[in-house]
């Protein structure tokens, strides 16, 4: 559904009167262009606390982007181990002074703060950000390595537990479209970064911001990695794919190389069937909620080589306040959208059906985090799919089996279409970037979560929503 708001707002006569009348006015958001070769365009500037292990990784990660002009802080303690890095990685870095007066733009500024081992080491995120804040692109981008709080010493794990307070207060002062998010890297990980900041610093990431990833080890290689098609020779299935985010996850998966099996109930077939067609995919009519739905599931993936990823997308409403909700209600959504997917896991760990190296990934809801008037049942479900990722993460990851959610706020779909206009433009603009999501920054997300590059990434809940107002 187009936003008529938005589009009034960046007419010409639109931005002179909603600036007169201090009116947000929403940017419209950079997403991926299939003609994009680099995945971040612009001048990047990379900076580091003391004693920080990242910035090898962080350089390597730069050298694939052709598009990129990297600088570092001048003056700051870590100039000297960056250029030193910057030896290693093969890639010129530029010393930058900041000043004031000059028009210096920065599509991205990147900041390794792995080396804060205490709260007065804070100080350096001040140091690099203060003078360049301003400096910031329209859709910019920044980026804060960290360490997982969880695995540190106690004075440090205060220190590094304080950058998600940092990198959230970020997304909601930088505006202009541009996004903030945190990845938390194991001491010896680094390596994995790459997948991560590829997501981060690219288009794909356009309605995800004051988001934290973790990453441990992991056995993914970056060189030779295709990154315009990493999901080659890949089979994937998502549920509930004939319209809106479904359909979208697919055209995303496919795009990026996966054979993809769509699936449906039957009085969705005939546009499951159009979806399958325009991206070359297999079209698969069912119920998730019938007995024999895991095993339909499994043997069909089965006749494509197995499944190597499976993206949990199905789900539906059905709004009632607690005093008002019939059991049915109750039941239909908690079995549509949590048991229904617990089965099939079920099935397709038991059968083998998912492949070594498979990802699972589940579409939970902001409703599930904050909680929502009237959506007692569907909370519940979605916050039951947090659960269920993060309570099996551990046991798949000795399988290197990945499971990992995410959590969509306000989506321009068919269903948001149906919600009433106040609440609606509530919705739109309620979050930091004062506008809707589309279905691709959904999909987009979960791609990356299905690339080999995201392997060190497990257990993880990551919001599309604009870093909504709503349970931040």
Not at 110 to 121: H, L, P, Q, R, Y
Not at 161 to 180: C, F, Y
Request: glycine share 10%.
């Amino acid at each position: 559904m187009s936003d008529l708001y938005q589009a009034i707002a960046n007419s010409a006569v639109g931005k002179k009167v909603f600036s007169s009348l201090n009116l947000p006015i929403p940017v419209t958001l950079d997403r991926h262009r299939p003609d994009q070769g680099s995945f971040i365009l612009g001048n990047v500037l990379v900076g580091a606390a003391a004693g920080s292990k990242a910035a090898p990784a962080i350089l390597a990660t730069l050298k694939a982007a052709t598009g990129a002009h990297i600088s570092t802080l001048a003056g700051m303690s870590s100039e000297a181990d960056i250029q030193k890095a910057s030896g290693t990685a093969g890639v010129n870095v530029e010393n930058y002074t900041a000043s004031k007066e000059d028009s210096q733009k920065f599509k991205a500024l990147i900041f390794d703060a792995t080396g804060i081992k205490n709260t007065s080491e804070l100080r350096a995120v001040h140091d690099f950000f203060h003078p360049v804040m301003r400096k910031l692109d329209k859709c910019g981008r920044i980026v804060v390595i960290g360490r997982p709080p969880e695995s540190c010493s106690i004075e440090q794990r205060i220190a590094q537990r304080g950058l998600e307070g940092l990198v959230k207060s970020l997304g909601k002062e930088v505006k202009k479209g541009a996004i903030a998010n945190l990845v938390y890297v194991e001491d010896g990980a680094e390596s994995q970064l790459a997948g991560p900041l590829h997501f981060f610093l690219s288009p794909k990431s356009a309605y995800v911001s004051g988001q934290l990833i973790r990453v441990g080890a992991s056995d993914f290689g970056a060189d030779g990695f295709d990154w315009h098609k990493p999901l080659w020779g890949k089979t994937a299935l998502v549920t509930g794919a004939a319209r809106g985010i479904g359909a979208a996850i697919a055209e995303v998966l496919a795009r990026d190389g996966a054979t993809v099996i769509v699936l449906d109930i039957p009085p969705m077939a005939d546009d499951l069937n159009q979806v399958a067609a325009n991206i070359g995919g297999i079209a698969l009519e069912g119920d998730i909620t019938a007995d024999d739905a895991p095993g339909k599931i499994s043997a069909a993936a089965k006749e494509q080589g197995g499944l190597d990823i499976i993206v949990h997308n199905a789900g539906v409403t059905r709004d009632k306040t607690m005093a008002g909700m019939p059991d049915k209600l109750w039941d239909m959504v908690i079995d549509i959208n949590i048991a229904s997917e617990e089965r099939i896991n079920a099935q397709l760990l038991a059968d083998g059906t998912l492949n070594e190296g498979g990802r699972i990934v589940c579409v939970s809801s902001i409703s599930g985090i904050a909680g929502n008037m009237g959506q007692t049942n569907y909370a519940t479900s979605k916050a039951a799919v947090i659960g269920m990722v993060q309570g099996m993460a551990p046991d798949l990851a000795a399988k290197n089996i990945t499971i990992n959610a995410v959590a969509p706020g306000f989506i321009e779909t068919q269903m948001t279409a149906a919600i009433p206009f106040a609440i609606r433009e509530a919705g739109r603009r309620l979050n930091s970037m004062n506008q809707g999501g589309q279905p691709v920054d959904v999909a987009e997300t979960i791609a990356f979560f299905s690339s080999p590059a995201s392997q060190g990434a497990t257990g993880n809940i990551v919001r599309v929503c604009g870093q909504s107002l709503i349970g931040a």
